[in-house]
């Protein structure tokens, strides 16, 4: 059932808040205490990932976390997604990829998907046309990275499918609403190198219009149709908290 037509930044920006949470297979982002401890035990697929699991686990809360959630790659997409409840169902990796239409690039908010030579057994979250959000191990859990980090024995990326999730975003709303200021720069380049005194200027607080992205920055502007500054999309999402 969709509830809503949520915007492909409001997934983004939820799932850079899971950066650093753990995988556990079969989760769907449940939260935590000693009933974390059993849900991982519990889905557990052998004695080696959970034990991996559960170190994990017990370091984030001994680091006094306030919340640890548990999902694998495809819960994460699932927990995303009701957080922003724009979607309830619980699918697959390939379940998701059936019901995206299919696109040849990535782009912030399309899933990524690996194929097996069976069926789409991994999935992903880009957030622009280079990087991807995913719940990688039992090692390491969620994590950040470019697309072409996981590579196949042709030294190929894993990442070999991409579709829009049009079923339960809309990619047609184009605005973002800041909440503090950010330093804009003139070229998409200088906006991801970050590099405050090459800015040209600051936006403040206020509703802008998307104009275009490119790589990991989007342009925002004043005025519909007409090019504005350049700010990467990491600090974007975070000035929209």
């Known amino acids: 059932m969709v509830i809503k037509l949520a915007t492909p930044n409001e997934l983004i920006k939820e799932a850079y808040k899971m950066i650093g949470q753990p995988y556990c297979w079969g989760g769907n982002g449940e939260t935590v205490g000693s009933l974390v401890r059993n849900f991982a035990t519990s889905h557990g697929q052998d004695k080696k990932s959970t034990e991996e699991m559960l170190t994990f686990i017990n370091k984030m809360i001994k680091a006094d976390l306030d919340t640890v959630h548990l999902q694998d790659c495809s819960g994460l997409m699932v927990y995303l997604l009701r957080k922003i409840n724009a979607y309830q169902?619980?699918?697959?990796?390939?379940?998701?990829?059936?019901?995206?239409?299919?696109?040849?690039?990535?782009?912030?908010?399309?899933?990524?998907?690996?194929?097996?030579?069976?069926?789409?057994?991994?999935?992903?979250?880009?957030?622009?046309?280079?990087?991807?959000?995913?719940?990688?191990?039992?090692?390491v859990g969620v994590v950040l990275e470019p697309l072409d980090k996981r590579q196949d024995?042709?030294?190929?990326?894993?990442?070999?499918?991409?579709?829009?999730?049009?079923?339960?975003?809309?990619?047609?709303l184009d605005t973002v609403t800041l909440n503090k200021d950010v330093y804009v720069y003139m070229t998409a380049h200088d906006a991801e190198m970050n590099d405050t005194t090459k800015a040209v200027t600051t936006y403040k607080p206020n509703l802008?219009?998307?104009?275009?992205?490119?790589?990991?920055?989007?342009?925002?502007?004043?005025?519909?149709?007409?090019?504005g500054g350049w700010v990467r999309n990491d600090i974007l999402f975070d000035a929209e908290q």
């Open 89 to 139: 169902h619980d699918l697959t990796a390939e379940e998701f990829y059936k019901k995206c239409t299919k696109v040849d690039e990535p782009f912030a908010g399309c899933f990524a998907f690996y194929y097996n030579g069976t069926k789409h057994n991994h999935i992903g979250l880009c957030v622009d046309n280079k990087n991807v959000i995913h719940d990688l191990s039992t090692k």
């Open 153 to 172: 024995a042709r030294g190929k990326s894993k990442w070999v499918d991409f579709g829009r999730p049009d079923f339960c975003l809309d990619f047609s």
């Open 208 to 227: 802008y219009y998307i104009f275009r992205t490119y790589g990991c920055s989007t342009n925002i502007t004043r005025t519909k149709g007409s090019a």
